[in-house]
């Protein structure tokens, strides 16, 4: 069922920002954030449901003025009923693996400004550190490897921080790959070879180019051209 449907940000009255489902076929809509004030999920590529598309995971805001987000689950067929807070607080980004209908991956700072990756599952409703960074460089959590055994940390935009490929399974490092200043929209491409790409522009933002790079640190320059905004 979750082929049939798109997930995208639509205003609703009394909640500015709600989050709702539209059926691609018959264009047809359901409010599915309750009474958030605000919910969101991230860019349009990027699953929303599980793998069996039985669950639906997004972030939100519950109350205009909050500043902390936590992630929601609902069911994943209409009417899109069902949802519920996880304890999880000041998250915005989680991500499913796509082989475990039960599992997604978010990701947080410890006391010590360590990154760290965490599985949380939702049947019993624990979270298991996956992986911890020993250093005190930003990161983000990308999309799961197609396998569901890697992950891609990429560093945060206007810096060239080298990106690192995660074992999930294994719960250590795989490899360290160089990156090209300001990187974004990063990703993991399904190949087994666990090569990436990744868009980038020039610190004057006047070139664009986008890579694929490899965890032996070869890569290809796929195209370049004039920044147009």
Request: with cysteine; aromatic share 12%.
């Amino acid at each position: 069922m979750k082929k049939l449907y798109l997930i995208f940000l639509i205003a609703f009255i009394g909640t500015p920002h709600a989050y709702a489902a539209n059926e691609c076929i018959r264009g047809t809509n359901w409010k599915i954030s309750g009474n958030l004030y605000r919910a969101w999920h991230q860019y349009y590529d990027i699953d929303a449901w599980n793998a069996d598309g039985s669950k639906l995971l997004f972030a939100g805001y519950s109350a205009e003025g909050t500043v902390t987000p936590r992630l929601y689950l609902a069911n994943g067929t209409p009417p899109f009923t069902n949802v519920v807070a996880l304890p999880i607080n000041n998250i915005k980004n989680a991500y499913w693996n796509p082989l475990d209908k039960n599992a997604f991956y978010y990701s947080r700072y410890n006391e010590s400004g360590n990154f760290q990756v965490y599985q949380y599952n939702i049947v019993t409703q624990n979270s298991d550190l996956i992986y911890q960074d020993p250093s005190t460089e930003k990161y983000r959590i990308t999309p799961i490897h197609p396998s569901g055994k890697h992950m891609l940390l990429a560093g945060i935009l206007g810096t060239s921080t080298p990106a690192k490929i995660i074992t999930l399974d294994e719960k250590k490092l795989y490899a360290t790959v160089d990156m090209p200043f300001n990187a974004h929209r990063v990703r993991l491409t399904k190949k087994d070879n666990l090569s990436l790409f990744a868009n980038s522009h020039t610190e004057d933002k006047q070139s664009r180019q986008t890579m694929i790079m490899r965890p032996n640190n070869s890569k290809n320059l796929v195209i370049q051209g004039f920044m147009t905004h």
